[in-house]
């Protein structure tokens, strides 16, 4: 059976290529609280405080956004503001992607030294 991974996915502007994105570690905590059950704690319902961004929509690249990004889409760069924004005007989604067997994913063909330390620490590794 493959992982299923929900994600929130903010968009500031529908004709726009960029999305906000939360991981979700409960979906269905989640759901009862954007029903209005706002007893259970942010911490049950999110992996984590940390907002992603994506500038390709959903087939982009995902990296941290900056508190610059933070501060143009949400107006602040405190976590549990743009948490509860996320999770008010955010849209859940899942993949089941991960752990298929035939997905793969890789950051680049490791035959061309992908692994390869440029930082002129060599073979030492320190």
Known sequence: MAKSVS???YKPD?????EMIM?????VAYKKWKDGDHTIP???VLDSFSVYHSGQGSQGNLGKASKQQLETIFETSNEDAIALIMLEKGTLKASENFGDPSVRFSDRNTSNGARLDTRGHGARGV
Do not use: A, H, N, Y
């Open 23 to 27: 991981i979700v570690s409960d979906p």
């Open 7 to 9: 994600v929130l996915v």
């Open 14 to 18: 529908s004709q726009s290529t960029d």
């Open 42 to 44: 942010l911490v049950e």
